[in-house]
Nanobody, 121 residues
Framework: VQLQASGGGLVQAGGSLRLSCAASGILFSGNDMGWYRQAPGNQRELVAASSRSGSTNYVDSVKGRFTISRDAAKNTVYLQMNSLKPEDTAVYYC????????????????WGQGTQVTVSS
């Protein structure tokens, strides 16, 4: 399984970015997915998760601003990030094949390499 994350960059506060995670060796359509982020000095935290049945979970700090979605034809999962804030600055990682539960997500061992998002004030 290989996950390739892309789409990060430098953006001003209030701007938008769309992250992509393309997969090989695993079909997103049959699996739960998650996006995590890790800021310097912080633990990796779940940002958003999407179940194979269509349910989604978001950390409170991004609700209403971020949207997780998937394109089965491209075997790609996206994270649309709007109204970005400096505190969203982090390396973002995708995870595939974990398990969505109530309000969270148990990650699998399959991680993308991370993509840097930097939001300037």
């Amino acid at each position: 399984v290989q996950l390739q994350a892309s789409g990060g960059g430098l953006v001003q506060a209030g701007g938008s970015l769309r992250l992509s995670c393309a997969a090989s060796g695993i079909l997103f359509s049959g699996n739960d997915m998650g996006w995590y982020r890790q800021a310097p000095g912080n633990q990796r935290e779940l940002v958003a998760a999407s179940s194979r049945s269509g349910s989604t979970n978001y950390v409170d700090s991004v609700k209403g601003r971020f949207t997780i979605s998937r394109d089965a034809a491209k075997n790609t999962v996206y994270l649309q990030m709007n109204s970005l804030k400096p505190e969203d600055t982090a390396v973002y990682y995708c995870n595939a094949g974990g398990s969505v539960y109530s309000s969270g997500y148990f990650p699998s061992r399959y991680w993308g390499q991370g993509t840097q998002v930097t939001v300037s004030s």
